[in-house]
């Protein structure tokens, strides 16, 4: 007789403003394989040094809940830091990487886009055509762009306003390259005995023979062999949308950012162009802000959507997948039938960016989540209020899921983390 797991645990650290997620598949009392999902943050204190003292807390506790086994795998869902940072082993995050590196994975999976071998042209992990739009050296801009930003909103000019200021500094800080994070994640994917996966939507992974009786679902992202949608976010679906937007800025990799010339040159303005200037600084900051926010959306569109299959149970895990990711799984893949009937009665449901409002497509997926019988779903949130979007509109986490969530699901939400004791949510499938 195959073996399986008696029992699925499912822990959510509170990490602030990211995700990390333990998910423990036991099979006896000697042997429980546990895959870690995403390890990141973006809202955590720092020390007089700049460093986050928070995470190898976090990392002690994961180890600790492991025991004295290893960890089986690692899943970097995408390079956002609020999702990779704690494996940084730069110092910044208090050296916290080397101690899940020292938990040796066998196992590391990410997305098709950080295959350090595809080339800056590469429409997948493997494949490269000459000559197609450089997707991933998009991606790459994007990184510099976002440290630009960054170094803008620590001291901004006199336009910017104190509210932009911080979108654009939480922003630019997630959207770094993390560059001792993504190595980290390279290395514990070479170490003797260790594999790393470069995954697109339909692979087969090795997981599954590491965790006996449990099926293994990647859903996402495609790859631009598949699907040329997660090139950009799309900026209207009253459909799906939780809140309906006003229109994006398009991407432009050679977008120059003003600086703090513009302040210098601020006072030098007659009194009686002075309306104009304030309209069009005004304009400025929008811009600015639609650009960082549509680089933002593109990195999300490449994360990983996981889903574990044990036991007659199934459990989602999308990352920070927006809406074009999802279409393509759920509309536009030969088999998006398939997949719709696979996900219709998932028992637990890793909610997708944080909360945000177009990371749940409404009709595509919550709805169906909704209509099944005789279950109780299951919902985690990891998340931080006030970190990201506009209160009314597309704050995070967006008011209107919390509410269809608590309504529909019996959902865990790290905000009601208010202690320091309190480190962790928990469910047991």
Known sequence: MAKKPKSVEIRSYQVGFGDCFLVSFNYDATDSRHVLIDFGTTGLPKNRNGTKIHMPIIAKEIRKAIGSGELTAVIATHRHADHISGFGTDGKTGDSGTIIKDLKPRLVMQPWTEDPKAQRDALS?????????????????????????EKLARDPPAWM???????????GEDNIANRSAIDNLIAMGKRTGAKAEYLRYGSVTRLEDLLDGVKVHILGPPDLTQSEAIRSQRAVDQDEFWHLMGGT??????????????????????????????????????????????????????????????NGKKMLFPGDAQLENWSYALREAKDSARVRALLADVDFYKVGHHGSLNATPKKMLWANFTKKKGRALKTMISTMAGKHGTRGKTEVPRQPLVNALKKGSDLKNTQQLTKISDLENKFTL
Do not use: C, H, Y
């Not at 490269?128 to 801009?141: D, S």
């Not at 306003?161 to 922003?171: G, Y």
């Not at 432009?252 to 200037?277: C, E, H, I, N, Y």
């Open 125 to 149: 992990a493997t494949g490269v055509k000459k000559g197609q739009p450089a997707f991933l050296a998009t991606l790459m801009t994007m990184n510099r762009i976002a440290g630009r930003v």
């Open 161 to 171: 306003s104190a509210t932009a200021a911080k979108e654009l500094s939480f922003l």
């Open 249 to 310: 800025v398009p991407l432009r990799a050679d977008t120059q950012l003003p600086g703090r010339s513009a302040r210098r040159k601020s006072a030098q303005v007659p009194a009686q162009a002075r309306w104009f200037r304030d309209r069009l600084q005004s304009l400025t900051e929008k811009g600015l802000l639609e650009i960082v926010r549509s680089l933002d959306a593109q990195m999300n569109n490449t994360s990983l959507i996981v889903l574990f299959e044990v």
